[in-house]
């Protein structure tokens, strides 16, 4: 998982709030066998739609998604961070999130910042009227800043620590790799391995 | 878990695998088995390539293609694309990460509950887990086994360890004698619709007592392995000389000095006297009569004897609507004698009753009997291995002389993912662990029963136990 301090980027404003999991990524792309590759699926429904957002030329190339609140309700479907990661996202601001989904975002290295409500519409309205502007989020400071603007956001401090760590569970699983490695040398010698096989 | 009072066996098991603990931090557990198979191990795989990291232990590890496997043609390529992928995806990741596969056409092919235990495998006070809810049959064992999520998947392949909040502990004690022709598929029916599907939630589940120590250790897998239908995350049975006896000679099983310290250490896994459990449920094996389902839900179970109930006979509003919507679904009405349903389907199998004895007890109610004209039965065993062995006594010949199917080793029907399904408003009686709506396939209607259950009631057509069958001869 890539180290999380700054990020500078456009920003998308998307105008919705209760953003379920299922409109972020429907069902039909869950039977992949892959982890990556799910940009195609993200918002796929409302991307039928040629005016939506998503499709207009200004917003090409953002990285910042700034909803409206309750995002990322619904199914816990992991695959929603996957495809908003897929697609070039590397923040969500809004004011706020269904717990799995924020969650599952931590854990998959997107920020998932918590903005007030005003501060929210401010964006959306600057971004509207010039779809150029650079916003940036300092996680070290935790503050966005966009168009000579600030606004502070709440984040909790293990998950900060964790993104810009860049650790993931596993990740921080492997900090402790030494003491799995010392439990594993008291383990028993008649504990069964699959390997080499045996049949019968 | 863990306190200076006596301990039960879960956590006996969970304190011997704990590599590290810190306030307000899950413990961080140590796997000694992860079993893999195809439908939620591709992602896993494919995070760990993302990662650039390797499986940690391949030796602790062992993958099979149970779920999507088709049970006739197995030579040929499988019809269905995304379940073809799932399986080649599967090879292609063990080939690439080092890890054993039991694929279609192997020996020891088979659903990935019941190879694990097959191959001695799965053992005493071992942790177990796999990306599949029906983990827990292993703790037939008195292993402490699970299942896991796609994403901890990969994280027990990356690093054999897992982060966990301790379990609380149900102890469920079942006192008496079973009467003949009365299973461990009974005992945990009737547990069931006691305690209802979410009575075990966030629980560990030990059962106990004279009626379970009486089981094989085939019957103890079939309680232990619907133990997630109460809403348990495992269920345990502590070890003995059944377990042992079972396990001794298996392929994976310690040998000489090995063994004798083994064994050494599983006397040991037993609930201390003084242990306390957070709750306890106590069960009469005496009284109980073979049990079926008549909802969509396993807790929605009555036996054979009796009517379907009235929903308004439910005190709680959740329960009552519940069963009038799943009388709906089943096109059942309250106060039909559950003897009066008449099937379409018998199924044979699954990781609750696909074993060797599952398929004697069937076959001894069948022999010299033919499946009733209009149904159809499939006997699908739960492994390669069952399979050579049924073979072997001839039991593959039963099933076809009464006129029943005798398929190829998989999950099949249980989950419907392959071509063996219910058309819909079809009607089975199913030795699986599910009824819920359209799990055998869309719009199908599942009643769950035990081996001799389904196979009196292949027999006469409608849900019927053995007794039934030696009524009409008389
Ligand atoms: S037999 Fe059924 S319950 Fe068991 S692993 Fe297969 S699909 Fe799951």
Same mark, same amino acid.
């Given at each position: 998982?890539?180290?999380?301090?700054?990020?500078?980027?456009?920003?998308?404003?998307?105008?919705?709030?209760?953003?379920?999991?299922?409109?972020?990524?429907?069902?039909?792309?869950?039977?992949?066998?892959?982890?990556?590759?799910?940009?195609?699926?993200?918002?796929?429904?409302?991307?039928?739609?040629?005016?939506?957002?998503?499709?207009?030329?200004?917003?090409?190339?953002?990285?910042?998604?700034?909803?409206?609140?309750?995002?990322?309700?619904?199914?816990?479907?992991?695959?929603?961070?996957?495809?908003?990661?897929?697609?070039?996202?590397?923040?969500?601001?809004?004011?706020?999130?269904?717990?799995?989904?924020?969650?599952?975002?931590?854990?998959?290295?997107? #920020? !998932?910042?918590?903005?007030? &409500?005003?501060?929210? @519409?401010?964006?959306?309205?600057?971004?509207?009227?010039? *779809?150029? /502007?650079?916003?940036?989020?300092?996680?070290?400071?935790?503050?966005?800043?966009?168009?000579?603007?600030?606004?502070?956001?709440?984040?909790?401090?293990?998950?900060?620590?964790?993104?810009?760590?860049?650790?993931?569970?596993?990740? #921080? !699983?492997?900090?402790?790799? &030494?003491?799995?490695? @010392?439990?594993?040398?008291?383990?028993?010698?008649?504990? *069964?391995? /699959?390997?080499?096989?045996?049949?019968? | 878990?863990?306190?200076?009072?006596?301990?039960?066996?879960?956590?006996?098991?969970?304190?011997?695998?704990?590599?590290?603990?810190?306030?307000?931090?899950?413990?961080?557990?140590?796997?000694?088995?992860?079993?893999?198979?195809?439908?939620?191990?591709?992602?896993?795989?494919?995070?760990?390539?993302?990662?650039?990291?390797?499986?940690?232990?391949?030796?602790?590890?062992?993958?099979?293609?149970?779920?999507?496997?088709?049970?006739?043609?197995?030579?040929?390529?499988?019809?269905?694309?995304?379940?073809?992928?799932?399986?080649?995806?599967?090879?292609?990741?063990?080939?690439?990460?080092?890890?054993?596969?039991?694929?279609?056409?192997?020996?020891?092919?088979?659903?990935?509950?019941?190879?694990?235990?097959?191959?001695?495998?799965?053992?005493?006070?071992?942790?177990?887990?796999?990306?599949?809810?029906?983990?827990?049959?292993?703790?037939?064992?008195?292993?402490?086994?699970?299942?896991?999520?796609?994403?901890?998947?990969?994280?027990?392949?990356?690093?054999?360890?897992?982060?966990?909040?301790?379990?609380?502990?149900?102890?469920?004690?079942?006192?008496?004698?079973?009467?003949?022709?009365?299973?461990?598929?009974?005992?945990?029916?009737?547990?069931?619709?006691?305690?209802?599907?979410?009575?075990?939630?966030?629980?560990?589940?030990?059962?106990?007592?004279?009626?379970?120590?009486?089981?094989?250790?085939?019957?103890?897998?079939?309680?232990?392995?619907?133990?997630?239908?109460?809403?348990?995350?495992?269920?345990?049975?502590?070890?003995?000389?059944?377990?042992?006896?079972?396990?001794?000679?298996?392929?994976?099983?310690?040998?000489?000095?090995?063994?004798?310290?083994?064994?050494?250490?599983?006397?040991?896994?037993?609930?201390?006297?003084?242990?306390?459990?957070?709750?306890?449920?106590?069960?009469?094996?005496?009284?109980?009569?073979?049990?079926?389902?008549?909802?969509?839900?396993?807790?929605?179970?009555?036996?054979?004897?009796?009517?379907?109930?009235?929903?308004?006979?439910?005190?709680?509003?959740?329960?009552?609507?519940?069963?009038?919507?799943?009388?709906?679904?089943?096109?059942?009405?309250?106060?039909?004698?559950?003897?009066?349903?008449?099937?379409?389907?018998?199924?044979?199998?699954?990781?609750?009753?696909?074993?060797?004895?599952?398929?004697?007890?069937?076959?001894?109610?069948?022999?010299?009997?033919?499946?009733?004209?209009?149904?159809?039965?499939?006997?699908?065993?739960?492994?390669?291995?069952?399979?050579?062995?049924?073979?072997?006594?001839?039991?593959?010949?039963?099933?076809?002389?009464?006129?029943?199917?005798?398929?190829?080793?998989?999950?099949?029907?249980?989950?419907?993912?392959?071509?063996?399904?219910?058309?819909?408003?079809?009607?089975?009686?199913?030795?699986?662990?599910?009824?819920?709506?359209?799990?055998?396939?869309?719009?199908?209607?599942?009643?769950?029963?035990?081996?001799?259950?389904?196979?009196?009631?292949?027999?006469?057509?409608?849900?019927?136990?053995?007794?039934?069958?030696?009524?009409?001869?008389?």
């Amino acid at each position: 998982m890539e180290k999380f301090t700054i990020h500078t980027g456009r920003a998308l404003p998307l105008r919705r709030s209760n953003v379920d999991t299922d409109q972020i990524i429907p069902a039909e792309y869950l039977k992949r066998v892959t982890r990556t590759g799910f940009e195609d699926g993200l918002f796929a429904a409302w991307r039928k739609d040629p005016d939506f957002i998503l499709n207009q030329p200004q917003y090409a190339g953002v990285s910042v998604l700034v909803a409206g609140p309750d995002f990322g309700t619904g199914s816990s479907r992991e695959h929603a961070v996957w495809a908003l990661n897929d697609y070039g996202f590397r923040v969500v601001l809004s004011s706020r999130y269904a717990d799995i989904f924020r969650g599952n975002s931590s854990k998959a290295g997107l #920020l !998932t910042a918590v903005v007030a &409500e005003d501060r929210i @519409e401010q964006i959306w309205a600057d971004v509207e009227a010039d *779809p150029a /502007t650079e916003v940036t989020v300092d996680l070290a400071a935790r503050e966005v800043r966009w168009a000579g603007q600030t606004a502070p956001f709440d984040i909790d401090d293990y998950t900060r620590w964790r993104l810009m760590e860049g650790l993931d569970d596993i990740g #921080l !699983t492997l900090r402790h790799e &030494e003491m799995v490695t @010392e439990f594993e040398h008291s383990r028993p010698g008649w504990l *069964p391995r /699959t390997l080499p096989a045996k049949s019968g | 878990m863990g306190s200076t009072m006596g301990r039960t066996l879960a956590q006996k098991v969970w304190d011997a695998h704990v590599v590290r603990s810190a306030d307000g931090e899950p413990d961080l557990l140590y796997i000694d088995l992860h079993l893999v198979h195809e439908v939620t191990s591709p992602q896993a795989f494919d995070g760990l390539r993302l990662a650039g990291r390797p499986v940690r232990r391949p030796d602790l590890t062992i993958a099979t293609e149970d779920h999507n496997v088709p049970t006739v043609d197995i030579d040929k390529p499988i019809a269905d694309l995304v379940s073809r992928t799932q399986v080649e995806t599967l090879r292609r990741n063990c080939a690439e990460f080092g890890v054993r596969l039991a694929p279609m056409g192997d020996i020891d092919q088979g659903i990935v509950h019941v190879i694990g235990p097959q191959l001695g495998l799965t053992q005493p006070g071992m942790t177990v887990v796999c990306g599949d809810s029906h983990t827990s049959t292993h703790g037939a064992f008195g292993a402490l086994a699970f299942g896991i999520g796609t994403s901890e998947v990969e994280h027990v392949l990356a690093t054999q360890t897992l982060p966990l909040r301790p379990f609380k502990t149900m102890a469920v004690e079942v006192r008496g004698k079973l009467a003949p022709g009365v299973t461990a598929k009974d005992i945990v029916l009737a547990l069931i619709t006691q305690i209802g599907t979410g009575g075990g939630q966030g629980h560990v589940i030990e059962y106990r007592g004279e009626a379970i120590e009486a089981l094989s250790v085939e019957a103890r897998m079939t309680i232990c392995n619907m133990s997630i239908e109460a809403g348990a995350r495992a269920g345990m049975i502590a070890p003995d000389d059944t377990t042992f006896e079972y396990l001794e000679g298996r392929p994976h099983a310690a040998e000489g000095a090995d063994w004798d310290a083994a064994v050494a250490y599983w006397r040991g896994l037993r609930t201390d006297d003084d242990a306390e459990f957070d709750t306890v449920v106590e069960l009469d094996a005496s009284t109980l009569t073979p049990f079926v389902t008549w909802g969509t839900n396993p807790g929605q179970g009555a036996p054979l004897g009796a009517e379907i109930p009235n929903p308004a006979s439910f005190a709680n509003p959740a329960d009552r609507a519940a069963a009038e919507r799943a009388l709906e679904y089943m096109g059942l009405e309250a106060g039909t004698k559950l003897r009066d349903i008449a099937v379409d389907t018998v199924f044979v199998g699954s990781c609750t009753n696909g074993r060797i004895e599952d398929l004697r007890a069937a076959a001894e109610v069948i022999k010299g009997r033919k499946v009733a004209d209009g149904v159809r039965m499939l006997v699908v065993p739960g492994s390669v291995r069952v399979r050579l062995q049924a073979m072997e006594e001839g039991l593959d010949q039963v099933f076809l002389d009464a006129g029943a199917e005798w398929r190829g080793a998989g999950c099949s029907m249980c989950l419907g993912m392959n071509p063996d399904q219910l058309a819909p408003q079809e009607r089975s009686a199913s030795t699986s662990n599910r009824n819920f709506e359209g799990r055998q396939g869309k719009g199908g209607r599942t009643h769950l029963v035990s081996p001799l259950v389904a196979a009196a009631t292949a027999v006469t057509g409608r849900l019927s136990s053995p007794s039934d069958l030696d009524r009409v001869e008389v």
